[in-house]
């Protein structure tokens, strides 16, 4: 396989899902930001080559947010729950992401 495929394989795997929230869709109209869960081991710039394959449109930066897992018990055992990684994607000005459209 050639590198080019390789790494389009590896950047279809990086956005794991976007995050649909109150919260989300106040920061996506006022800061033209869109946020997505995003692979544990994924970079900033493998995560702005992703949105930028998928969705066709140009990112200005990309912030990251590692979430611990909550810990929780069952009984006498402790356990953790995974980790989330979030990107914050900011748009360049005039760019836009409408998830409906992206899902017909």
Known sequence: MSDICRNNHR??????????SEKA???ADKNEQVIFNAAPDATRKEIKA???LLFKVEVD???VLNLKGKVKRSG???GRR???RKAYVNLKPGQEINFEAEAK
């Open 11 to 20: 950047l279809m795997q990086i956005l794991l899902s976007p995050v649909i």
């Open 25 to 27: 869709t106040l920061i």
């Open 50 to 52: 992703a949105v930028e």
């Open 61 to 63: 930066s990309v912030n």
């Open 76 to 78: 006498r055992f402790i």
């Open 82 to 84: 995974k980790g989330i």
